[in-house]
């Protein structure tokens, strides 16, 4: 069964080091999206991409934060200068469809990011 | 955020028997639920969904209940089995033709942990 894969499982990083999370969504899929949560906290939002340009961002998304798919495969988030309040688990997720058709996201087992 | 919430924190449940996990949402321009349940380390995985068109959709042991007049959903494990023990989550989504700009967008509810005890 196809899956969304993450690299890598876990990245440590000194506070205002540059890091790249990497995803490799369903390979049919059109729609990608990034998701962190803060240990103990819930789920959140961060970003959604389609059509190679940013759908719609949330408020944690700030000028800190980019996303690229370089190629035909992967799907990236940059986090410029990390912060400690950055250290989370980033899930990555991918539909077939969204707009007026809803569909499943599917999630990958994320990246757990330390920042030191 | 506020807008969609597990107010059960845990949940504990003898095999066999039924598992019901609950989720209240406040903004009624979700128009798309769906249930996730997730283990330590891995990301969430997707379980059942359904559409504010219907109120009910079923699959195996699993059925999801929508009550859109009081916003609030119920998920349904019947039988619960060990294997169920996880974490789960609500999720709701608003889609553009209901008046809104998301594109798939999920609102996550602060998870419910389920043991399922043999």
């Known amino acids: 069964e196809p899956e969304v894969t993450q690299t890598p499982s876990h990245q440590v990083t000194q506070m205002g080091q540059e890091v790249i999370l990497r995803c490799v969504p369903i390979s049919n899929h059109l729609y990608f999206y990034w998701y962190r949560q803060i240990l103990g906290q819930k789920v959140e939002f961060l970003v959604s991409f389609y059509n190679n340009e940013i759908s719609e961002k949330s408020e944690i998304f700030d000028d800190q934060f980019s996303v690229e798919r370089p190629d035909g495969s992967n799907f990236t988030l940059k986090i410029r200068s990390t912060k400690l309040e950055d250290s989370a688990m980033y899930f990555c997720?991918?539909?077939?469809?969204?707009?007026?058709?809803?569909?499943?996201?599917?999630f990958g087992p994320g990246t757990r990011l330390t920042v030191l | 955020d506020q807008q969609v919430k597990q107010n059960s924190p845990s949940l504990s449940v003898q095999e066999g028997r039924i598992s019901i996990l609950n989720c209240d949402y406040t903004n009624s321009m979700f128009d798309y639920f769906l249930w996730y349940k997730k283990y330590p380390a891995e990301g969430p995985t997707f379980l059942i969904s359904?559409?504010?068109?219907?109120d009910k959709n079923e699959d195996g042991r699993f059925t999801v209940f929508l009550n859109k007049s009081a916003k609030h959903l119920s998920l349904h494990i019947v039988p619960s089995q060990p294997g169920d023990s996880a974490v789960y989550f609500c999720?709701?989504?608003?889609?553009?033709?209901?008046?809104?700009?998301?594109?798939?967008?999920?609102?996550f509810g602060q998870g419910t942990i389920l043991t399922v005890h043999p």
């Open positions: 359904i559409s504010s068109i219907k």
């Open positions: 999720a709701a989504s608003r889609s553009p033709n209901a008046g809104g700009t998301s594109y798939g967008k999920l609102t």
């Open positions: 997720a991918s539909s077939l469809t969204s707009g007026r058709i809803m569909d499943t996201q599917y």
